[in-house]
Each structure stands twice: as C-alpha cells, then as structure tokens.
C-alpha cells in the first residue's frame, strides 16, 4: 500500500471536500503523502500527531492546522478523536483569489506553535460545520439548503484566513522549482510503491531514475522530510500492519510478502513505531475490540 501524490476527489455537489473522522486505527501511522488541495484540519476532541516535513505537530482540542499545497504531510492518531477536515481543491483557490494563492500568497495558521492570535471566531465557525455535517436532511430541497449553509461558512472561514492569516510568497521560480521537483518525486514514489516487496535499496532507485546515490539521497530528504530508508520501512510497515490486523498470515510470512526480507526487520520496524511486540499490539487492540 504506497501513499505519495494523492488524489482528491469531491462529491456532493460542493467545490470543496469536507468530512470528520473518528479514529479507527489508534497508533497506525499514515506514510507521507502530499496533494494540491489545501487541507485544513480542526480538532474537536482528542489530539492528532500532524507531521509537515520533518516537522511534528500534536493538536489538542480546539487547534487548527492549514496544509499548504504540495506540502508533504502524514498523520497519526495516539487516542480517540473527532476531526474536522476541509479540502479546497487547488483551482478553486485560485480562482477565489483571483490566481493569487500558491503564486503570491499562501495560508500560515497551526495554533499548536502560534499562540499569540485570536482564533475563536474561526473555531466558533467551524463548531457551526460540525454540527451541519451531522444534520439529517429529508429531501432534496433540504440538501441543498444544508450545503449552502456549508459554504457560508466555509466562505467566512476563507474570507479570515485570506485577511489574517497568509504569508507572501516572493520567488515564483522556487514554487515552480518545487513542483517540477515534487513530480519527479511522485515517479519515484510511485516505483517504491510498485517494487517495496523487493529488494530494492537507495542505490537501486538512485539508479533507475539517473541520479548519484549522494545526490538522491539528499534530493529524497529534503522534499520527503525523512530518508530514503525510512519511507521504504514505513511503506513496508503499512502493508505488514494490514496484513497483520486483518488477516489470518504468520508474521514471518508477513515479512516476506511486505518485504521485509524476515521476522527480526518487521520486527525492529514495528517495535520502533508501536513500542510493543507485533504479537502484544495485536493483543491488546484484541482486547479493547
């Protein structure tokens, strides 16, 4: 299971994406992706660990973190939570700002490091979404109406973040170095999540895609915010963690099919990022099913 250029896709007959989730998966660790829809997340209840490159982030109650276009993310939940979750499809903010947003601007809100602004006028608006997204509607009529009670808010929670809450951007040619970089990126994301069950390695992939092993590797931390080996794992570690959970496979043979090449790899990986034996996590998950 390979995570890298994610697509988004919309429904319901809005511009935009919006949705909550409850954890499922406590502890799962989500491997590092990254869209062109902005991402806004509103922590209702509980926390959420938010990495943005190397970075992490653990939002708390009432905190909101805006991911940017094309910034590399991955979450984790360590708890029970209830989160907010607003995707505005890159054109549509290009469009609102009049082609302004990812050239000239772009939006800088985390309240888990910026503690000095007001905020409650943008928690109290998205309070008010929380509660439409769990409205029943009985007709078509009552759909639509509910929707544009959406965007109202939606459109207030912009109109916020557009006066208060951006950054200038003053170097187009970095932005265009960026995501002519980051589609280089997607490729070799994309072979790794093709080829993970092989022995592939850092010199491997430097080679197929033409690169010094050096350079490559510099190349891979700096946009992906963690090495070359730790994404490879951490993809490794997803599919082993799937397999685990949800069916009847040994783990050695787990470590074979997730590529992991034997027991004592999965092991050492899964240890690292759960803090338990893979045979004690999946008893006490067992245990509070």
């Given at each position: 299971?390979?995570?890298?250029?994610?697509?988004?896709h919309i429904e319901d007959g809005l511009p935009i994406k919006i949705f909550d989730f409850h954890a499922l998966d406590l502890d799962?660790?989500?491997?590092?992706?990254?869209?062109?829809?902005?991402?806004?997340?509103?922590?209702?209840?509980?926390?959420?660990?938010?990495?943005?490159?190397?970075k992490l982030y653990v939002m708390k109650k009432g905190d909101i973190v805006v991911i940017n276009s094309n910034v590399v993310h991955a979450t984790q939940s360590?708890?029970?939570?209830?989160?907010?979750?607003?995707?505005?499809?890159?054109?549509?903010?290009?469009?609102?700002?009049?082609?302004?947003?990812?050239?000239?601007?772009?939006?800088?809100?985390?309240?888990v490091v910026q503690t000095q602004s007001d905020y409650h006028s943008i928690q109290e608006e998205l309070d008010k979404l929380f509660d439409l997204l769990h409205n029943r509607v009985m007709s078509e009529t009552d759909l639509i109406t509910v929707n544009l009670k959406?965007?109202?808010?939606?459109?207030?929670?912009?109109?916020?973040?557009?006066?208060s809450h951006c950054e200038q951007l003053t170097n187009d040619n970095l932005l265009k170095d960026q995501s002519k970089n980051l589609k280089k990126l997607s490729e070799i994301i994309t072979y790794i999540g093709k080829n993970?069950?092989?022995?592939?390695?850092?010199?491997s992939v430097s080679l197929k895609f033409n690169y010094s092993t050096n350079y490559f590797s510099r190349f891979?931390?700096?946009?992906?915010?963690?090495?070359?080996?730790?994404y490879?794992?951490?993809?490794?570690?997803?599919?082993?963690?799937?397999?685990?959970?949800?069916?009847?496979?040994?783990?050695?043979?787990?470590?074979?099919t997730s590529g992991f090449g034997n027991y004592r790899?999965?092991?050492?990986?899964?240890?690292?990022?759960?803090?338990?034996?893979?045979?004690q996590y999946k008893k006490i998950r067992q245990q509070k099913l």
């Open positions: 299971m390979a995570y890298n250029h994610e697509i988004i799962r660790y989500i491997p590092k992706h990254w869209h062109r829809s902005v991402e806004l997340l509103f922590c209702q209840i509980g926390s959420l660990n938010v990495w943005l490159g190397s360590l708890e029970n939570n209830h989160i907010l979750v607003i995707q505005f499809p890159f054109e549509f903010l290009r469009h609102v700002t009049m082609d302004r947003y990812y050239t000239k601007i772009q939006f800088d809100i985390n309240t959406k965007m109202e808010i939606v459109y207030s929670v912009l109109t916020t973040l557009f006066q993970y069950t092989e022995n592939i390695t850092l010199v891979f931390r700096k946009y992906m915010g963690m090495s070359f080996t730790q490879l794992r951490s993809i490794r570690l997803d599919d082993a963690y799937d397999k685990f959970m949800n069916n009847s496979e040994d783990i050695s043979t787990i470590s074979l790899n999965l092991y050492n990986a899964f240890y690292e990022t759960y803090h338990v034996a893979p045979s």
